[in-house]
T-cell receptor, first 113, second 116 residues
Framework: AQKITQTQPGMFVQEKEAVTLDCTYD???????LFWYKQPSSGEMIFLIY??????QNATEGRYSLNFQKARKSANLVISASQLGDSAMYFC??????????FGSGTQLTVLP | EAGVAQSPRYKIIEKRQSVAFWCNPI?????LYWYQQILGQGPKLLIQ????????DSQLPKDRFSAERLKGVDSTLKIQPAKLEDSAVYLC??????????????FGPGTRLTVT
């Protein structure tokens, strides 16, 4: 079974600064994937970034990067140069041999002007 | 490219009534998912289809929930009879293939169900 732990229920960051959202996972699968999604107050889930367990380099997508530390089973999301529009709920998720996505409980990010 | 469509957007029913939700995935997406998201929590997978076959329905309360995917395209999720604890947002998502291969899921706007 897959398990995702997001220990930060809420985070605040000043506009234009970088922020790291924590995610640890638990899996017995050798091959798995890690995803981050953003959910604004409007409710839709938006895909941000993906990291495969065998990818040697950390994934990056624009201002988003995934700090993947396999030995520590962590997959933290780093948002650089925060913008007001980044205020949202952020979910970490994993997929393994069970072929389904398991989500964490989320972190509410608030960007302050 | 059109996104995942869901209807209705909002539904209020009394407990013990029945309700149905509809989802139209992105064209060409083989995999379709139904999630339940209770306020303050992450989405929980209810059922996953690959084309018109069920891949996983282990967390679907089968005594009251049912789902089908017609001809491998549209899908309907039904609750009968509804309970108060079914109040949640029901999200439909689709992807080209299974998530293990890095295929991101595209989500619809969700249906907010309130059971009174």
């Amino acid at each position: 079974a897959q398990k995702i732990t997001q220990t930060q229920p809420g985070m605040f960051v000043q506009e234009k600064e970088a922020v790291t959202l924590d995610c640890t996972y638990d899996t017995s699968d050798q091959s798995y994937g890690l995803f981050w999604y953003k959910q604004p107050s409007s409710g839709e889930m938006i895909f941000l970034i993906y990291q495969g367990s065998y990818d040697e380099q950390n994934a990056t997508e624009g201002r988003y990067s995934l700090n993947f530390q396999k030995a520590r089973k962590s997959a933290n999301l780093v948002i650089s140069a925060s913008q007001l529009g980044d205020s949202a709920m952020y979910f970490c998720a994993t997929a393994g041999s069970a072929r389904q996505l398991t989500f964490g409980s989320g972190t509410q990010l608030t960007v302050l002007p | 490219e059109a996104g995942v469509a869901q209807s209705p957007r909002y539904k209020i029913i009394e407990k013990r009534q029945s309700v149905a939700f509809w989802c139209n995935p992105i064209s060409g997406h083989a995999t379709l998912y139904w999630y339940q998201q209770i306020l303050g929590q992450g989405p929980k997978l209810l059922i996953q289809f690959q084309n018109n076959g069920v891949v996983d329905d282990s967390q679907l309360p089968k005594d009251r929930f049912s789902a089908e995917r017609l001809k491998g395209v549209d899908s309907t999720l039904k609750i009968q009879p509804a309970k108060l604890e079914d109040s949640a947002v029901y999200l439909c998502a689709s992807s080209l293939d299974l998530p293990l291969h890095g295929h991101e899921q595209y989500f619809g706007p969700g249906t907010r169900l309130t059971v009174t």
